[in-house]
């Protein structure tokens, strides 16, 4: 190396600091921005949740508390519901019907109307904060965007990149349910709701100016290994949302099946949502289909720490909970399948799955120090 | 309409004798093919109502192990006398052997042995370990002198390498080994044998259609068995109706992704027997050739032997490093690149590549990573009548980040004093790469040489090597040196720029900070066999766990019978494990096509026309059916093209 080119490279760099400088104000601008619309959306959500709440819901009640009836003079645990549906075609009159039934021994549930509760005024705000959920998330993907070209490089280098790249992905991952069809709409208000509280946290705590990685972050493995972690998390936490709610719900219904009377509130949000059963199965697939992902997230991080250190596994504080996230994931869907352990339990295991998740996104870069210290806080 | 009708009519009756069976699931007629499941074990478990409420039909749907209860005694009734009490023993004793074993493999103990393994790991990321940082564990012992020698007894310093740790995951392994064998078997057996039978109330099932077609029995069979199979169902006609199954893959992922499992862990306890590991340091033209006796330390596995160490060299010639000079992370690097000259064997060509942090140089087993830089200054030293006695390249260790770096110079023979007597000489040093100018603090301002300072303290006397303890390169044994003095009376020491010389007091000599600043990288060469097997294990565990997951096991039943009106009445259901949306939805296209070859017949007169199946159920008169109101969302899945 030699004396003189340093400072040539300082006056280059200087340069390109200054236009990288415009974009990251940009992408500044762009978060914000679409904290603003955010918000928007949340009071769209929250109207659609009022508005709907005026109109006449109780499915849920209906089902159990007839079932209930018919129990308690049958003393036996009530007969599963049948759910008509047409199969493949067209022609609905020729066709025959399949007819499908909960199994025997499952509560048997209609899923609720959605937040709107049936209500036009309700559903026409719901579709307004969905859209808005919509721009607020091409607002945010370009914030990530700009973010990424500032820095040039993936935006994943701190801690503030990760929670701009996690509510983006987290939101992308809602709206492609939804545009796939799914029966997911009533998550909304939730999603929104911990999307600012996240964003809220990166501008103000966790915000990093926009900087270059070390060496040890320059490899391609970043970008796989990361992105799918990130992924992977924004899934997991859809899927702990269903499963909040579906603890809720389920204790709803037992509520009911065992004759109680449930509080107004809880009545009316309750019964807007999907039964315990669909939620639980929300979530259970939700979690299953992104578990093959973090496995190989943590495998590829493995590789990547063979190249960058020279060990494969070294149980650093983030390989250690990232493992552990992925042992009580596992016990999770073992959970599911040991008599027993399936329905409340195996959901307290799945939180606690997200909540070893969120420890190693935020607990280990803040207490603990390892190898993976890179990320800085603010 | 009439076909709708007839479909609701017959699940009205459905209804009714589901109810009788689904609540005593664990005592109906699927318990003689599940012979440990007593009734008290819990009627949600899958096993007791998969086979349960449907008898043979919903048996063995996967291969997971059964939950058994604890029974009172294995050894029945004891006979008089000691044979009959040794007989009673060893019975007992067999039935709780077989017992214990039952429970390791079994789905809740393996469900606890992998909660307890992911609490086991929790100190470790808590408490410094001494595999990553030995320093930090002392320095944690020293602070805490209650808590550090528990920790220390627990083996809470190694965690990962702790007895109890041990324990809990070979336990698990060995519930893994214990549960994987009887599962391949009962596969095979499953693979074997063939699609369970109809079982005779197809309306049961949780996915049912039926219709009634003009087509012959035996036709519509044929058309099924055709159909079913063009769709790579395993299918055969048993009596009345077409048995067929679908999905096994399903079980082979679930049972490659617990054996890829095994096979990772033992890659990994391989790799962990004979790795080895060692550092070097090489300043910028200097080489390194592949021996136990060339690295700075070393360590390795048990079972490494020194000639798995595979024989190679390499020469650096050139280190780069570029740091960034602008914004909140100054001075972090941004390129950190080694070029080296390496040859594999003896006499092996010679070939040039670069070594970066991300990038190691990979020679057959070994891998050579760039780990750490530093700055070599070269320094000459002459004694009193101008010979030089010493020149070097010094490697200094870097302090901070901006390479504020130290070390030592030692000149250990060929020099003589001013009198003319043997002396050594030992030079404490410090370098600052970018010093900030003077009045400034000795530290360095940035990582590159943007104004190298070499600052010099001068000793002499006896530099303690010859005494034969190891000594640190990198500090000075002061206890028999003398520091040199000026003028003044106060020791010697000097900001040298690259070029000045520092003159010795009294004709002692001189040393020299030349121009040329050489650059040192320090090389881990790591061996560690048996990584291709844990890459392929963790590959087969992706793609088993993924086949696992994804992939649905069901069954799908056909009945076609001539009803009594002489008429074909098609009946066709479908079962899977429960977790199973798209069942009805593939339910549905199978009979779509069923029917384009067995249409629909002509309403018959003699159908009971019943106003609306809904009314039926929910008709106050009939307490016989105490069913809900059928939702009127669709199920899901229910979204067909
Ligand atoms: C190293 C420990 C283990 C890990 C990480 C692990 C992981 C997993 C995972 C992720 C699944 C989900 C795949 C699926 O649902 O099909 C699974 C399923 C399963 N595991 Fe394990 N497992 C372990 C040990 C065991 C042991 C010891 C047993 C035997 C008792 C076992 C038996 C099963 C069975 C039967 C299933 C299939 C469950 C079903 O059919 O839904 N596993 N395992």
């Given at each position: 190396m030699t004396l003189a080119a340093a400072p040539d490279l300082a006056g280059a760099t200087q340069l390109a600091a200054a236009t990288n400088e415009n974009l990251a104000n940009l992408s500044n601008t762009l978060i914000y921005s679409a904290m603003a619309v955010y918000t928007l959306a949340f009071f769209a959500y929250i109207a659609e949740w009022l508005l709907g709440s005026r109109s006449k819901v109780g499915r849920t009640a209906a089902a159990l508390t007839a079932g209930d009836d018919a129990k308690d003079a049958k003393g036996s645990k009530g007969a599963p519901a049948v759910t008509v549906q047409n199969a493949g075609g067209t022609a609905v009159l020729e066709r025959p019907e399949v007819v499908t039934r909960a199994v025997a021994g499952a509560r048997d549930v209609p899923d609720g109307p959605?937040?709107?509760?049936?209500d036009e005024q309700g559903d026409l705000y719901g579709r307004i904060a969905v859209s808005l959920t919509a721009l607020a998330f091409l607002i945010a993907f370009g914030g990530v965007l700009a973010r990424a070209l500032s820095v040039q490089r993936?935006?994943?280098?701190?801690m503030y990149e990760f929670n701009i790249t996690f509510s983006t992905v987290a939101v992308g991952v809602y709206l492609s349910l939804l545009a796939m069809?799914?029966?997911?709409?009533?998550m909304g208000l939730f999603l929104t709701t911990t999307v600012l509280l996240d964003l809220g946290l990166a501008v103000t705590v966790l915000y990093t100016a926009s900087d270059q990685l070390v060496p040890?972050?320059?490899?391609y493995w970043l970008y796989i290994h990361v992105s799918t972690a990130i992924f992977c998390g924004a899934v997991f936490y859809v899927g702990a949302v269903g499963t909040i709610l579906y603890l809720f719900k389920d204790s709803y219904e037992n509520k009911l099946v065992s004759g109680g009377r449930p509080g107004r509130f809880a009545t009316s949000v309750l019964e807007r949502l999907p039964s315990s059963a669909s939620l639980d199965k929300f979530s259970y697939r939700v979690n299953a289909a992104v578990f093959p992902l973090w496995t190989f997230t943590i495998i590829a991080g493995a590789i990547w720490a063979g190249d960058?250190?020279?060990?494969?596994?070294?149980?650093?504080p983030k390989e250690t909970w990232s493992f552990i996230t992925w042992v009580v994931y596992a016990g999770y869907l073992h959970a599911r399948a040991t008599a027993g352990w399936k329905g409340r339990k195996a959901a307290y295991i799945a939180l606690i799955a997200f909540a070893c998740w969120l420890f190693n996104y935020y607990g280990v870069n803040i207490f603990v120090s390892g190898k993976h210290s890179y990320a800085d806080v603010g | 309409m009439g076909t709708t009708r007839d479909t609701d009519v017959r699940t009205g009756d459905g209804t009714n004798s589901g109810t009788d069976g689904g609540t005593n699931s664990g005592t109906n007629s699927g318990t003689d093919n599940n012979?440990?499941?007593?009734?008290?074990?819990?009627?949600?478990g899958a096993s007791v109502r998969d086979a349960g409420e449907?008898?043979?039909?919903?048996?063995?749907?996967?291969?997971a192990p059964r939950e058994t209860t604890v029974p009172g005694?294995?050894?029945g009734a004891r006979a008089p006398g000691a044979a009959g009490w040794l007989g009673w023993a060893g019975r007992e004793a067999l039935g709780w052997t077989r017992w214990i074993w039952r429970q390791l493999t079994s789905m809740r103990v393996a469900l606890l042995l992998l909660f307890l393994l992911s609490l086991g790991a929790i100190p470790g990321s808590l408490i410094p370990q001494s595999g990553t940082d030995e320093m930090k564990v002392a320095d944690f012992q020293e602070r805490h002198t209650t808590l550090g020698p528990i920790y220390e007894k627990l083996g809470l310093f190694h965690v990962y390498s702790s007895a109890w740790f041990s324990a809990i995951y070979i336990l698990l392994f060995v519930s893994l080994i214990g549960c994987i064998v009887p599962r391949t078997w009962q596969f095979v057996g499953q693979l074997r044998g063939r699609p369970p039978r109809a079982p005779r109330?197809?309306?049961?099932?949780?996915a049912y259609t039926t219709w009634r077609t003009g087509a012959a029995p035996e036709e519509v069979r044929e058309e099924a068995l055709k159909l079913l199979r063009q769709r790579r169902f395993r299918a055969h006609p048993a009596g009345d109706a077409v048995a067929a199954e679908k999905g096994y893959l399903r079980e082979v992922g679930n049972l490659a992704f617990h054996i890829a499992l095994i096979v990772m862990l033992t890659a990994f306890a391989w790799g962990q027997l004979f790795k080895s590991e060692g550092n070097k340091l090489i300043v910028e033209g200097d080489g390194f050739a592949?021996?136990?006796?060339?690295?700075d330390d070393f360590k390795s596995g048990s079972?490494?032997?020194?000639?798995?160490?595979?024989?190679f060299s390499f020469v650096l010639k050139d280190f780069e490093g570029t740091y960034?000079?602008?914004?909140?992370?100054?001075?972090?690097?941004?390129t950190y690149q080694a070029t080296v000259d390496y040859s594999v064997g003896a006499d092996g060509e010679e070939k040039k590549r670069t070594v970066k942090v991300n990038e190691p140089l990979e020679i057959d087993g070994s891998k050579v990573y760039l780990t750490a830089h530093g700055y070599a200054p070269v320094v000459t030293v002459r004694d009193g009548k101008g010979d030089v006695v010493y020149r070097q390249a010094v490697p200094l260790l870097p302090l901070d980040s901006n390479s504020t770096s130290t070390g030592v110079v030692k000149v250990m023979d060929g020099y003589r004093n001013a009198e003319g007597e043997k002396e050594q000489l030992g030079f404490q040093a410090f370098f600052l790469p970018a010093y900030g100018g003077d009045?400034?603090?000795?530290?360095?301002?940035?990582?590159?040489?943007l104004n190298p300072v070499l600052n010099l303290e001068a000793y002499h006397g006896d530099?303690?090597?010859?005494?034969?303890l190891p000594q640190s390169v990198?500090?000075?044994?002061?206890?028999?040196l003398k520091e040199f003095r000026n003028a003044k009376g106060t020791q010697l020491r000097e900001n040298l720029r690259p070029g000045e010389t520092m003159q010795l007091p009294d004709g002692a000599g001189s040393i020299t900070f030349e121009k040329e600043i050489k650059e040192w990288a320090n090389f881990q060469v790591t061996r560690q066999p048996g990584s291709g097997w844990a890459l392929a294990g963790a590959l087969t565990a992706i793609f088993g766990l993924a086949a696992s997951l994804f992939i649905q096991r069901r069954r799908v039943w056909v009945r076609a019978v001539t009803g009594p009106d002489g008429v074909t009445v098609v009946e066709m259901a479908g079962l899977g494990r429960?977790?199973?949306?798209?069942l009805p939805e593939e339910l549905g296209v199978l009979a779509g096509h069923l029917y384009d070859v067995a249409p629909g017949a002509a309403e018959?007169?003699?159908?009971?026309?019943?106003?609306?199946a809904q009314d039926t159920l929910d008709a106050?008169?009939?307490?016989e059916t105490p069913t809900p109101?059928?939702?009127a969302a669709p199920a899901e899945g229910a979204e067909t093209k």
């Open positions: 959605g937040a709107h509760g049936g993936a935006p994943w280098g701190n069809k799914k029966n997911v709409r009533w040890a972050l320059h490899s960058a250190w020279g060990r494969y596994w070294g149980w650093d | 012979p440990t499941t007593s009734g008290g074990s819990g009627t949600d449907f008898g043979d039909a919903g048996a063995q749907l996967s291969t005694s294995f050894g109330l197809l309306t049961r099932l949780p592949n021996t136990l006796m060339q690295y079972l490494f032997d020194t000639d798995d160490l595979e024989p960034e000079t602008t914004g909140p992370n100054r001075g972090t690097p941004r009045g400034t603090a000795v530290v360095s301002q940035f990582p590159a040489l530099l303690g090597v010859d005494a034969g990198y500090q000075l044994e002061k206890r028999n429960s977790e199973s949306a798209r018959s007169p003699d159908t009971p026309d019943t106003p609306d106050p008169g009939s307490s109101e059928p939702p």
